[in-house]
Structures are given as C-alpha cells and as structure tokens.
C-alpha cells in the first residue's frame, strides 16, 4: 500500500507535466473555438445569404464527423497535400474547429433568443444597432451562452485525450510511458483518472462561479 | 382648446407593404403638440405599422413623415438624434432585461445623452418616481409586475424628454388588474401635456383622455374626430359597429 503510494509521487510530475499539457490543449481549442464561434455565429445570422449557407455547411461538416477522424486528417492526411502541420497544432486545430461549430449554435441560439424588441427598444432611445449590439445584446448573449459553453468547455477537456493518437505527451500519453516500464496500469490508469476528475471539477466549478456572478434575476442559470 | 397650435408630426401619403401584403395605404395625419390621439381599429390594419414608421423602426416605402419641421424620411438624416425626439412603449414593454429599472432609464442619458452619471442617475430616479416607482429602481424586470415593467418602460421613454410619445397596445399584455396603474400614467401624462399617439383598445381612456380617436381599416383611415363624434354620431357605418363591438369587450365607462 505505502509502496504504491510512494511509487505514484515518484511518478507524479511527470503525469502533471502531461496534465498541464491536457489544460493547454483544452484551453487553447475552446479560444480558437471561441473566435471561430463567435464570428460562425453572427455572419450566420447577420451574413449575405451564400456565406450563411456556407457556414452551415460547415457546422453540418464538422458536426458529423468523429473526432480522431478530423484529427487524423489534419496530422496524416494533409501531408498528402504537401501541408504538413505538426501534431500540437494539429491537436489545437482538430478540436477548435470542431469546438467551433457547436460554440457557434450556443451564441446563435443566444442572440435568437433574445429577440428583435432588445434591438427596437435600443434604437427607440436613440442608440445605433452596433451600441445596441455592445450594451444590450451581447451583455444577454453571454449570460445567456455560460451554461452551454461551460458544458463544451468541459467535453473539449474529457476529449483531450485523443491528442495521444497524435504522439502527443498529454497526461494519458505520460501514463501508458510509466506503465511500459512499470507495468502497473491500474494504479496509473486510476491516477490519471482522478487528475482528470479534479481537473474537469475545477473547471466546472470555476464556470460556475463566473455564471453566478453574472446573475440577473429571470435569466435561466444551471445548477 | 387652445387658439393657435403648431403642428408637432405630419403624416403624409405614408405607404408600407411586407412582400405582397400593403399594410399602409396613403395614411395622412396631422398631430398638434399637446394632441392625445388614440388609435383603434381591427387587428391588422397597420396601427402597429403606423406608430412603427414614425419612429422609423420600419422606415416608410413611400411618403413623408415630418417632425417637428424635420423630415425623418429624407436622406442623410442622422436618425438616432431624430429618435430622441420620439418616446416609444411597447407591447411587450421590452425592457432590457439584464439592467435594475434605475440602469434601464439611465442608460439613455448616459449613452446617449452623454449625461454625467450622477446626473443622469437622478433624472432616472426622478422619472421613475414619475411613474410611482421610486421605491422598485433595484429591482430587474424580472422582478417586476406587467404593471410595473410598463410604468419603467415610460420612464425610460420620458427620460430622454421626447416632443411625442408613442404606445403601442401599451396594456394589451397586462393581466386586467394592472391596467388601471398604466392608464393612470398615462393619464397623468397627457394631463401633464405630453403630445401622445396611442395604439388601444382601451374605450374608457379614449373617451376620458384623448381629442381624438383615428379608426383606421386595412391600411387606411376611415374616420377620425372627436370621441364625442365617432362614439355617439359616427359617419361610417363601419366606425359605429366596430366602436360598438369595441366597447362590449373592453367598457366605454370612465376608468
């Protein structure tokens, strides 16, 4: 017992090494998510008609298809094509993308419910539609966005994992490394099990406390 | 009446249609300042649309629409300042919902304006204190009774000091009991002398408040003419049933 025990602090920065690695893939994709969301969103909405065709298209691509399959297309297959992205970024890209055309149904989903009578009402007292835009709307949108772009936050980091397939040092890739050698796979696998546990509740709760403080009565928050 | 009153608003040959579907066809009015004016008529005969196109929500297709001398059709007419100009209650009082009701009132005279906060929070404060709501200006919307979201969307519209306010079916979405609190409001407003057009059905403020009632019908007006008039000598046909029907449902008693 206490043999185990002080084989996992031996072990242990090297799996936070590659927990640390798991934050900034999730980190990273979620803000290239975000940007591309963000801008799917609104030329969706707001765009010429062909652009908004376009970009459903889009969604409707990269909804459909699983995840190692983008990421081995982007790593493997590209090359093919004489582009050759190395494996991080092609992390980074596989899910941000990914990440983005469902980040783009939150925000959409957000700016469509608040309505047309938020924007009237900003004109009727004199304010332009992009003030409008800043101080009504999207003040709502993000309210509105937290609860779904915490629970997106969150599958992009349980989907991190798939940077493995790519090479890619992250917690389980530095896990199954101790285990070639130690050949304890269920006192690692369990320890990398309950860093993504913590991590995942980290975030969860950190979300939460973000929502909280933007409070406004009458506006649906989850629990 | 007073002797000589300039003309505040000029509706002229306003023309609106959505696609195929002519909601407004040649509307000509006149308003004078201090006019409490009521529109009434069928559903979907353009009231809406009207007081919509005065405020260019939804600009006219054809025709003119002058306030105060200035024509809001023309081009390169900065409409945001000409808005000022027009305070708009809606249906569904279209609060902003993530602002307190003093945030929802100061936030014109801060934005645009350009008031000093200090300042602007106590005009909002005064305004809402118009309305009997002093006592509420922490509170969101969602906090807030039908009643009392409505009274904070005429702060928010009065604040800004506008030459004519506009309300479109400012009670239709209010349970019965709440009204009256509105109706006194805007009572109070146009005994105040605040120049009004008002989409309602509301027969008891119409006949106790306004000067004069427009009937309109399919796009047009039909008649026009002092409650008196259209309510006991009507000279359409049409006016006189519609204002019977009208008075069955919502009471042409004094509220």
Not at chain 1, 175 to 201: D, K, Q
């Amino acid at each position: 017992m206490l043999e185990g025990i002080t084989f996992i602090i031996d072990n242990l920065p090297l799996l936070l090494k590659g927990a640390w690695v798991a934050v900034e893939i999730t980190v990273l994709s979620i803000l290239l998510g975000m940007v591309l969301g963000i801008f799917i969103a609104f030329f969706r909405l707001y765009g010429p008609k062909p652009v908004q065709k376009l970009l459903k298209f889009y969604e409707w691509v990269f909804r459909g298809l699983p995840i190692l399959v983008i990421l081995f297309l982007i790593y493997f297959g590209l090359p093919t094509l004489g582009l050759n992205i190395p494996a991080f970024i092609s992390v980074i890209l596989g899910l941000g993308l990914r990440s983005s055309a469902y980040q783009s149904q939150i925000y959409r989903g957000a700016i469509l419910s608040i309505g047309a009578e938020q924007m009237e009402a900003g004109l009727s007292i004199g304010l332009s539609r992009i003030r409008t835009l800043f101080f009504i709307i999207i003040p709502q949108a993000v309210r509105l966005s937290l609860p779904g772009f915490t629970n997106e936050f969150t599958i992009v980091l349980k989907d991190s994992p798939l940077a493995y397939a790519l090479g890619i040092a992250e917690l389980l890739k530095q896990g199954r490394n101790i285990i070639v050698t130690s050949f304890r796979p269920f006192l690692i696998y369990l320890t990398c099990a309950i860093i993504y546990f913590l991590l995942f509740h980290f975030f969860y709760y950190f979300f939460r406390k973000i929502t909280e403080r933007f409070k406004v009565p009458g506006y649906l928050i989850n629990k | 009446m007073s002797e000589k009153k300039e003309k505040l608003l000029q509706i002229k040959n306003v023309k609106k249609s959505f696609g195929k579907n002519t909601v407004l066809d040649g509307i000509n009015l006149d308003v004078y300042k201090g006019d409490v004016i009521v529109i009434i008529g069928p559903s979907g005969t353009g009231k809406s649309t009207l007081l919509r196109c005065i405020n260019m929500l939804n600009p006219p297709d054809e025709g003119n629409i002058l306030i105060d001398g200035t024509d809001i059709t023309g081009k390169g007419v900065d409409l945001h300042t000409e808005r000022l100009k027009v305070g708009m209650v809606f249906q569904h009082f279209a609060l902003f919902k993530h602002l307190k009701a003093i945030d929802n009132v100061a936030l014109g005279l801060i934005k645009v304006k350009k008031m000093k906060k200090k300042k602007a929070y106590e005009k909002a404060l005064r305004e809402l204190d118009r309305v009997g709501l002093a006592d509420h200006k922490e509170k969101y919307p969602a906090e807030l009774s039908g009643g009392q979201q409505q009274r904070v969307g005429i702060a928010r519209a009065l604040a800004l000091d506008p030459l004519l306010m506009l309300f479109d079916e400012p009670t239709s979405a209010l349970d019965p009991e709440l009204i009256g609190e509105v109706l006194m409001v805007m009572k109070q407003l146009a005994e105040d002398g605040m120049t009004m057009l008002c989409v309602t059905h509301e027969m008891g403020f119409a006949k106790s408040v306004s000067n004069e009632i427009v009937f309109m019908e399919e796009g047009n007006i039909v008649e026009k003419g002092e409650p008196n008039q259209m309510f006991n000598n009507p000279e359409h046909k049409r006016t006189k049933s519609f204002l019977h029907k009208i008075s069955e449902l919502y009471g042409g008693e004094e509220s």
